[in-house]
């Protein structure tokens, strides 16, 4: 079956599928399709070349030790594995444009194969191009959570189980007929990043087995039902937009909020660097950014939205419940430029010697 497979340069569920596909005997893997990396995109372009992707790891490394981020960035380029494996790479602008999709018709491919994302719904000319269709791989279990970020949302929103849908591409965003699908746990501590990573580990045999099925019934189409509707995003939308870093209320925590709700979106928000704000809470005329928290036990005697200081770190009061800021940033106008400190230095610096700050009394959201 010869393919020609599509994915943004730099995701992890991208090339796990590519490494599937290429390490396969049954598949014929014409060309890699990627949209080229951003003028603006730095980091990436020279992740992307071998004399400074050292440089550029050892500069992330540094950048991170300063500004106290953890380490979560996918370094790990699929045009540059591509190259290494001997395969073509096309990387085009827009596939909506003549001059993008002609390339992939040249191609004769039996099946398109979307693995890591594309920025662009793809036209009805790249869906319809190959004789056995198009298939794309979406980090959830369809119909839940079509759209975008959706690791973010959910986390956010506290649900257990994700997952890897395979589906065949129609008009619209990840609502084609479903081909297979694969649960992932979603654990209590996990960031978007740790959640990516696993869902990856579980797309790569799916994408096979899906296509081993498509090669069987070829030269006809895998028989599927459509998807029923979705509607789980915020609003009754059926699709998930991009996380609203911008949002300043979406994104402040409120002092009222159960501390499940705090961990899970402090969690959410967390990023390979502080490109963006984060959680954030006010003290006095000064904001903070909460960079890691976790669940402890509630404070005797603290009513919610109270700020207090056990055992040398700020602890924030919440319901039935209590969240240790285990890091926080002040912020700012280019996060990434703060350094953040530990909950502790916090504590004592900003908290001081009142031992509780009260963040529903003048200086909550």
């Known amino acids: 079956m010869r393919v020609v497979y599509l994915s943004r340069q730099f995701n992890h569920s991208g090339l796990a599928v590519f490494d599937a596909l290429s390490q396969s005997d049954r598949f014929d893997v014409m060309a890699v399709v990627v949209p080229p990396v951003r003028d603006s995109q730095h980091s990436m372009r020279r992740l ?46 827009s596939l909506k444009e003549e001059t993008g999709w002609r390339h992939l018709e040249e191609l004769k491919p039996d099946l398109i194969v979307l693995g890591g994302g594309w920025p662009e719904l793809l036209p009805p000319e790249v869906i319809d191009l190959a004789s056995l269709g198009a298939v794309n791989t979406h980090p959830s279990l369809l ?14 929103d506290g649900v257990s189980v994700s997952g890897i849908t395979v589906h065949y591409l129609d008009r619209d965003f990840d609502t084609g007929p479903v081909l297979g699908q694969v649960e992932v746990e979603i654990r209590p501590s996990d960031t978007p990043q740790d959640l990516s990573r696993r869902t990856s580990q579980a797309a790569g045999p799916l994408v096979l087995s899906v296509l081993d099925r498509i090669a069987r019934a070829a030269p006809q189409r895998v028989e599927v039902s459509t998807q029923p509707a979705g509607g789980s995003a915020a ?5 998930f937009p991009r996380w609203p870093w911008a949002d300043d209320d979406f994104i402040a925590i409120d002092p009222g909020c159960s501390a499940r709700e705090v961990e899970r979106l402090v969690l959410a928000c967390s990023q390979e660097s502080f490109r963006h704000d984060g959680p954030w809470i006010q003290i006095g005329s000064r904001q ?16 919610p939205g109270t700020l207090v200081i056990r055992g040398g770190w700020p602890v924030l009061q919440c319901g039935d419940e209590a969240v240790i800021l285990r890091r926080l940033q002040e912020r700012g106008p280019v996060p990434m430029r703060s350094r953040s400190v530990s909950g502790r230095r916090f504590a004592r610096n900003v908290i001081g010697r009142s031992n509780y700050i009260s963040l529903t009394e003048g200086n909550g959201r």
């Open 143 to 156: 119909p839940a959570y079509r759209g975008t970020d959706v690791h973010r949302w959910q986390i956010r």
């Open 235 to 239: 609003g009754g939308s059926d699709l």
């Open 48 to 93: 992307n070349r071998p004399l400074t992707a050292w440089w550029e790891k050892l500069r992330y490394w540094l950048d991170s030790a300063r500004t106290g981020a953890r380490r979560l960035r996918f370094e790990e380029s699929i045009l540059r594995r591509a190259r290494r494996e001997g395969i073509p790479v096309l990387e085009i602008s």
């Open 288 to 303: 903070f950014v909460v960079r890691t928290a976790e669940i402890r036990a509630p404070v005797a005697e603290v009513q």
